[in-house]
């Protein structure tokens, strides 16, 4: 693995745990329809995650494409995780918005 | 590609689509909070069938260790969809059922 | 999932089973060397699918993105199949390329 | 995420790097013929560990199945590791190792 990428490498992995916190965390939540779409980013944003990790670890010819691709849809789980009071939300937003940047920079 | 695995593939690709139709009209039902453990063994259970097809098709050594895991996810996951009256849930049961079956035959 | 996604989920079945039915077959060439390249692109292209077939079938908002970031991908393992004579290579080479252009019609 | 899982999920992550470094390395060997099995068990290791991830963080009802089956993937990625004297192949299988026993302790 390129030594550039550890960085990200370690929000990535930071960040798909924190989304699929979220995940397990909105589907027990007293008001699950207000979370559905969180529900689905945060699917959307750790499945992405793990895939970076996958390609920056094995030294992929398209790392670059796909941590920019991650980086976008870190953004939007981000966007949508600020909309909401829950503890497990702001901490997903956070840790969405810190990979995105990581993965802007390195893919840069 | 082991040919003896033709029809548990073609269950298994079935059986992904059906359950992330699933997870993906779950979070657009009115009541979602009903549907909560519905959306969570849904994402499983695609995920293990998409693993399984990853293995099957590449010959891997532990092919039929996985697609044992997968038939005890789908039988759970149609036991879930079961108790549901979405035609999403019914169709989702049944493409869980019919792969279960062919996970079990052919890693007997 | 949407209907017009239909022809390209196939392809990218095809185009997944093509991938790891050379990726092994690779494998087990005598000149394993040769092929270093194509064992590479195969696990990128089969795993690059599998994502794909995730997102179309869950109705990601991320689908076209990924479907695009797909087709370069399997264009690519395409090009490095072309070079070799092997028959699961033509195959493979085959099955990638219909892939790209059903992703790219479907992106547009 | 129960924190029972914490150790585990840092031998994945480490598993997983290991894992896939060796599988780049193996590719670029001057011998790719000879780190054929270890270069298939590379990334049947990896992409098990990468699914162990994702069911750990999301707490998985299937946690304990998936633990154990990663523990025997990583024990035969292990052994075959051990057969090479590549630094990226020991340091492999010392990863291998870690993780099986973290797993096997975890899931007990």
Redesign the interface.
């Known amino acids: ?1 390129n030594t550039k990428y550890e960085e990200c ?1 370690k929000m990535l ?1 930071e960040c ?2 924190a989304c ?2 979220c ?2 965390a909105c ?2 939540e ?4 207000m ?3 969180c ?3 945060d ?2 944003c ?3 995650c ?2 970076a ?3 920056i ?6 790392t670059n ?2 941590i920019d ?1 991650c980086a ?2 870190c953004e ?1 789980c981000a966007q949508e995780c600020t909309k909401h009071e829950h503890e497990h939300c702001k901490r997903c937003a956070e840790a969405c918005r810190k990979c995105a940047e990581a993965c802007r920079e390195v893919a840069a």
């Open positions: 693995m490498l992995q798909l745990e699929n916190t995940f397990d589907l027990k007293e008001n699950v329809k979370m559905a779409e529900i689905r980013l699917r959307e750790a499945d992405v793990a895939f990790v996958q390609v670890t094995r030294n992929s010819p398209f494409q796909i691709l976008d849809i939007r």
